[in-house]
């Protein structure tokens, strides 16, 4: 059981690499780092189609690599 959930482990953080990876960059140089955050916190620039989906994929594989970590971490040990 422990080897299958570290391979899923190892799996899960390239599928999250890629799927970072892939994803469009949201600002263009130091002012859209500072303005950047503001416009993407309050809603202005809403995500569609692949950066939508690419989105949440990354949102899916962090949370499924936090849970196959405390498993590979604490559970299985």
Same mark, same amino acid.
């Given at each position: 059981?422990?080897?299958?959930?570290? #391979?899923?482990? !190892? #799996?899960?953080?390239?599928?999250? #690499? !890629?799927? !970072?990876?892939?994803? %469009?960059?949201? *600002?263009?140089?130091? *002012?859209?780092?500072?303005?950047?955050?503001?416009?993407?916190?309050?809603?202005?620039?809403? =995500?569609?189609?692949?950066?939508?989906?690419?989105?949440?994929? %990354? #949102?899916?594989?962090? =949370?499924?690599?936090? !849970?196959? =970590?405390?498993?590979?971490?604490?559970?299985?040990?």
């Amino acid at each position: 059981m422990e080897t299958f959930v570290n #391979i899923l482990l !190892v #799996i899960n953080s390239i599928v999250m #690499i !890629v799927l !970072v990876l892939l994803q %469009t960059g949201k *600002s263009a140089g130091l *002012s859209g780092a500072i303005s950047g955050g503001a416009e993407q916190l309050f809603g202005k620039q809403k =995500a569609r189609g692949l950066d939508l989906f690419l989105h949440r994929g %990354t #949102i899916v594989t962090g =949370a499924l690599f936090f !849970v196959l =970590a405390f498993l590979s971490g604490y559970v299985l040990q």
